[in-house]
């Protein structure tokens, strides 16, 4: 889409001196009162930051870099009702990708970090990574590993859009079923995402 | 699938999120917890007769560990959570130990010639704090529970979080059968119970509490 050609991700990184986490906020605050443009970009924001946060600390398996900003994002969206909004989003956001990234490290051995840092450094000199790296498990697939139920929810409200209440009445379930259903599923894969990565 | 397609499909139909979520899956378990030990103390021990006419006494023991459970529950809270700071949550639970503890001492320094010893073991200190351990066991494995749902930066300190105030849960509802009436007993061997039971909170959290 945007760059066809195989950039090196050096020439991607892009260094923030704006306002993350004033931008990141705004968006989050709308997010969570339900506005899905605002999440959308909120977690498109968060996910360039998260690829910057990961490929600085992994240089030496950049390819493994996809696979965890991807499990993050799935740990961010079901955790979001552990942000406490009187909190800086960023530091909720960078304890998620240190806590993900330190396990990480125990499940592959710390051979991985020798020459990367896990320290954080001032936001202002995080690298924002926009370029969308190929990630090696493929949650598409996965999604297909699904029970029926939970992988029927997910395709109905995730994938086909409708609302709860259409899903609902699609299944025969009640709403607060695909609900559960929706989350567990969302769950199963970050799990799957973690054991296999 | 592309990181943007996996956006997409994480933001569609994601819906408002609740609030207060983290308080009230904490809150709920401690509730239970309480109920399940009063229970428990009421079935097996039986309340009390005097409890009615204890006074000053039962009013400290419920006050003390009402508020280090409220204490202990902010801590929980934070520590469930990540990114979020805990030095206030801890110096809360530190503060009200200091104050029951500086109650402890006064009473102690006035008591009279050879009394000190029996202000502080009582008539029951061998028991106490194995019974407190035993009847916050409700409330540690609801509060695990609780906690598996959410995302703890450290599973070891969260779990001796969900433990202390499990362990304040537990020495409310023994407060109904417990005969003790000084405070320093109270410091020291309800606080034992409570302690019995952070321990074995962190190290169940260590291996529970992962995500």
Known sequence: ?197 | MKTQELVELLARRAGPVAPRVVQRRLAGAALGGLAAASIIIIAGLGVNPQLGAMGAPLVQKLTFFGALALAAGWLTDRASRPGAPSAAAVASVIGIVLAMAGLAFMTLLNAPAGQAGSLLLGSSWSTCPWRIALLSVPALGLLLAAIRTLAPPSGRVAGFAAGLLAGAVGALAYSLYCTETSPAFVLVWYSCGALLSAVAGAALGSRLLTW
């Open chain 1, 1 to 197: 889409m945007r760059n066809q050609t195989a950039p090196s991700f050096e020439l991607e990184q892009r260094h923030v001196t704006d306002d993350l986490e004033g931008r990141l906020r705004a968006l989050w605050v709308l997010a969570q009162s339900g506005d899905e443009a605002a999440y959308r970009s909120a977690l498109a924001l968060a996910a360039a930051r998260l690829r910057g946060y990961f490929l600085r600390r992994m240089r030496t398996q950049p390819d493994a870099v996809e696979d965890l900003v991807q499990e993050t994002l799935l740990t961010i969206h079901l955790q979001r009702a552990t942000y406490d909004p009187a909190l800086p989003l960023t530091a909720w956001l960078h304890a998620i990708a240190r806590h993900k990234f330190i396990d990480f490290l125990r499940r592959h051995g710390r051979s991985a970090a020798l020459h990367d840092s896990i320290d954080d450094v001032h936001e202002t000199l995080l690298p924002v990574v926009e370029h969308d790296f190929t990630a090696r498990r493929d949650i598409g697939k996965l999604l297909d590993r699904l029970p029926a139920e939970q992988r029927q929810a997910i395709l109905d409200t995730k994938i086909e859009g409708l609302s709860v209440a259409e899903a609902a009445e699609r299944s025969g379930a009640s709403e607060s079923a695909v609900k559960v259903r929706v989350h567990r599923g969302l769950k199963r894969l970050a799990a799957w995402l973690r054991s296999e990565t």
